[in-house]
């Protein structure tokens, strides 16, 4: 009998680990009840009683009669009303790689089928010319702190070289470049400064110039975007008002259909009593504003005397409207901090626009929100990801070559364990930003508009660049809490507040968005069960519900059965060490998507309200896919030996922090019966997964502070000047030279332990060794000059105690 029983489990994990049809589960309960009947005497009453139940269960009609009918009924009932905004948010934009994470079994073979991205020969020519020049032309202490703005030429390089035009398409004058490519020019950009990175960014985002390629008239096109790819329109785009911030489906700002008359701006001509929109706004926070040209606007937009038909509330509509046309206040800027990119308000009161200036015309008034956020799901995966990408590239960079060449106690820093720890997570970090924005583009450059993953990098890179440059602030101490020309790190660590708040505020993002959305778009049964409930589609909540519940049970087996093998027994693309990850992630999808539909099924419609639980389950998501993206990542660049410590540290990293999500999951989740059972499900064994080994780490922390292959890789884009007298283009040499005279160093400290040296300074020793013959004149050199670099790289600015002039006399003169 036991071994019966043993089989029966067996037979039912491996049906499940399987995800095997309803028909198979249904012949295997059969031929298990019939042996039980013919070979061990059971009653018959069961199998009769096993027979009717697989003829409802397989037979449709009845199944739709006794079962999915009534639950039907039910569902209808409780389904949580969406209002209209929820509803294009959840349809906007496209599900790809996160519906396979959020199937339980993600096809791996699938993700690496992706094409890598990859630079045409027009886009690395200009990275490698205009950018390149742009950067050299960049000066941000100067920018941020003495001439609040950028100069003047450099103003003028952007709009000449078609910096403002990199989306727009060739025919109306526009470079047309892929959204691989936009990335990596900004990244570039965002390493030498800031304010240039937004002011370039902010155009080829959110704004006219995308609405206007998709939703735009003919002539609307003609007309504006040549001017915008030639930089003779600065656009900017209004949303954001004082009492709709994240909620954006809340602004105040309306227009009313009605007749009046207008002057056009860019013509001159006088119109007299046409139809358009009479409109009002208060806006802020708009980037770009105080120096546009033309202004997009959002409002809310009301037809009351039906002048355009039967509806009263039309909805949010989208306008174009030049700044100098009457009645447009605008010029006015706010402060950001750390950067000085040009940010403000704008207002404007019963201003008369016609109906034309909508994009897209008339049709697509009431449009505005569809409009919006479906061009945002591609802008939120490029620009602040971008921007954190290349935060993290930069830290990379300077904090491994000044944790080499600054020394204590005898030693570079980046040798104390408490130190090597803070650099591996800026190495750590920066891999796993860098490699889900390369999945995420490789994507958008396919055609795909991935919402949730967008959502996903916008939170994500934005909370691993805050930790990055704290870390990297941490290292430098003193030179990094003096503000001056030296100082490259300031400016990026005042200015993190704004890459939190913008284009949806973090908090917002994580427990609201990104599973809020996720949860109904990538589920491969809810949104159709949805949708079958709204259009009263009894058929289709059938074949829904009953996939829906297959789906809930295979992943409860395979959780199971996957946490007591340890994953093992998974299926992975790759050999070797790295088929492990693979096969975790399989694990933890599958635990995943039990977990989701176990919060839905508990919680119903208030799981939309409970966000402490949507933000842990997202954080499940988010971590799965930084974790794939990192494997991804590894298997484009060749899979290099030489980055193994930066992708084994991001995945592990990733499926701890996905772990302790899941954990603050079941020890939140209301229904505590329920996850007392998904703990044991899920879990099995207990916990395993930890955060990445201290030799690990030590490894990244060494490969920051070594020039190398690894180290061009992470830190590639990163703008480094040539000369010795720029504060980033020093750390180049002074760490070359330092390492080149590191030995020397070892035997003067010797020479002076032995008393073979008796001068009380560095330089008097220096000399005493050269006179007795323990260095060589090379060696001595050598030395010379590293310290040399080396006391350029560690000092900081002075002022004139008023502070109204740059008096850097005392740094500059000699050691003593």
């Known amino acids: 009998m036991a071994l019966t029983i043993l089989i029966v489990i067996l037979a039912i994990l491996a049906l499940g680990y399987l995800r095997a049809p309803l028909i198979a589960w249904t012949v295997a309960a059969l031929a298990g009840i019939a042996y039980g009947v013919f070979g061990h005497g059971c009653h018959i009453g069961w199998l009769i009683g096993a027979g009717v139940i697989a003829l409802i269960l397989n037979l449709t009609p009845l199944r739709r009669a006794l079962i999915t009918g009534p639950i039907f009924g039910i569902f209808k009932k409780i389904t949580p009303a969406m209002s209209q905004t929820e509803q294009e948010a959840i349809n906007a934009g496209t599900v ?22 990859k630079l045409s020969p027009e886009e690395q020519a200009f990275l490698d010319g205009p950018t390149e020049e742009l950067c050299r032309m960049i000066d941000d202490w100067k920018i941020v702190h003495e001439l609040k703005d950028l100069p003047p030429n450099v103003w003028q390089f952007i709009k000449d070289n078609g910096f403002l035009g990199m989306i727009i398409k060739k025919k109306y004058g526009g470079v047309e470049f892929s959204n691989y490519a936009h990335a990596r020019i900004v990244t570039k950009i965002a390493t030498r400064g800031g304010s240039a990175a937004v002011t370039v960014m902010v155009p080829n985002s959110l704004g006219p110039g995308e609405l206007l390629q998709h939703y735009g008239t003919e002539a609307q096109k003609d007309y504006y975007l040549p001017r915008l790819a030639k930089g003779l329109e600065i656009p900017c785009f209004a949303l954001t008002s004082p009492y709709a911030g994240s909620d954006a489906g809340a602004i105040p700002d309306f227009g009313v259909v009605t007749r009046g008359s207008y002057t056009d701006p860019r013509t001159g001509e006088r119109h007299e009593n046409v139809v358009g929109i009479r409109l009002s706004w208060e806006k802020r926070w708009i980037t770009l504003a105080p120096v546009a040209t033309i202004l997009g606007m959002a409002f809310k937009l009301y037809d009351p005397e039906h002048i ?39 207002m404007g009161k019963d201003v008369f626009i016609p109906l034309e200036w909508i994009i897209g015309g008339k049709d697509y008034a009431g449009q505005g929100w569809r409009m919006l956020v479906e ?11 971008a921007m954190s990408v290349a935060s993290g590239k930069f830290a ?112 917002l993002t994580r427990s609201m968005i990104i599973y809020g959305q996720g949860a109904i778009r990538c589920h491969p049964f809810v949104l159709r069960e949805m949708k079958a409930a709204m259009g009263n589609d009894a058929v289709e909540f059938d074949k829904a519900f009953s996939g829906h519940i297959g789906f809930v049970f295979d992943n409860a087996i395979r959780s199971f059965v996957l946490g007591l093998t340890g994953s093992k027994i998974a299926s992975a693309p790759v050999g070797g060490d790295i088929a492990q990850y693979y096969k975790d992630v399989e694990r933890l999808s599958a635990a995943f998507a039990l977990a989701s539909d176990m919060a839905m099924f508990s919680m119903g419609g208030s799981l939309k309200f409970r966000e402490k639980i949507s933000a ?108 010795e007298t720029d504060a980033v283009g020093v750390l180049n040499h002074a760490l ?74 005392i740094s500059s003169r000699e050691p003593v």
């Open 375 to 385: 061009c945002l799901s591609v802008g939120r995966a490029i620009s602040l990801p």
């Open 396 to 507: 990379s960079f300077v904090t491994g070559a000044y944790a080499r060449i600054r020394e204590q106690f005898g030693l570079s820093i980046g040798k104390f364990e408490g130190v090597d720890e803070a650099l591996a997570r800026i190495g750590g970090y920066t891999y796993q930003m860098d490699s889900a924005q390369r999945l995420a583009l490789a994507g958008l450059d396919s055609g795909e508009k991935p919402s949730v993953i967008s959502a996903i990098l916008k939170y994500h890179n934005t909370e691993r660049m805050r930790k990055v440059l704290n870390d990297a602030m941490d290292i430098h101490g003193g030179k990094a809490v003096v503000l001056g020309p030296r100082n490259y790190l300031g400016n990026a660590y005042q200015t993190i507040p704004v890459g939190i708040t913008v284009e949806g505020a973090n908090i």
């Open 616 to 723: 842990r389950l997202g954080d499940v998501l988010s971590n799965l896919y930084i974790a794939t993206a990192a494997l991804k990542r590894f298997a484009d660049d060749g899979s290099p030996k030489e980055d193994l410590p930066l992708l084994k540290w991001s995945v592990l990293q990733a499926l701890h922090d996905a772990q302790e999500a899941m954990t603050g999951f079941l020890a939140n989740l209301p229904n505590r019966p329920l996850a007392f059972v998904l703990r044991w499900i899920i879990f099995p064994l207990g916990r395993h997964f930890t955060t990445p080994r201290d030799r690990l780490g030590t490894k990244i922390a060494r490969l920051l502070m070594q020039p190398g292959a690894a180290r061009d890789r992470l830190t590639r884009d990163v703008f480094i000047p040539q000369e």
């Open 96 to 117: 790809w790689w996160d519906a396979e994470l959020f199937s339980g079994k993600p096809d791996f073979h699938k993700l690496h089928a992706y094409d890598a991205p």
């Open 308 to 346: 355009l038909g039967d509806k009263e509330d039309i909805g949010i509509t989208c306008a174009l409207i030049p700044t100098e046309h009457e009645g447009v206040q605008i010029g006015r800027r706010h402060c950001p901090p750390g950067s000085v990119f040009m940010n403000g308000p704008t």
């Open 736 to 809: 070359n030279a330092h390492i080149e005279a590191e030995s020397t160093e070892g035997k003067l400290r010797r020479a002076q332990r032995d008393g073979k040296l008796k001068a009380l300074n560095a330089k008097g020793r220096l000399d005493e060794a050269l006179k007795a013959g323990l260095i060589t004149e090379q060696e001595f050199n050598a030395v010379t000059r590293a310290r040399r670099l080396k006391r350029e790289v560690i000092m900081v600015d002075d002022f004139d105690k008023m502070l109204d002039k740059h008096d850097t006399e």
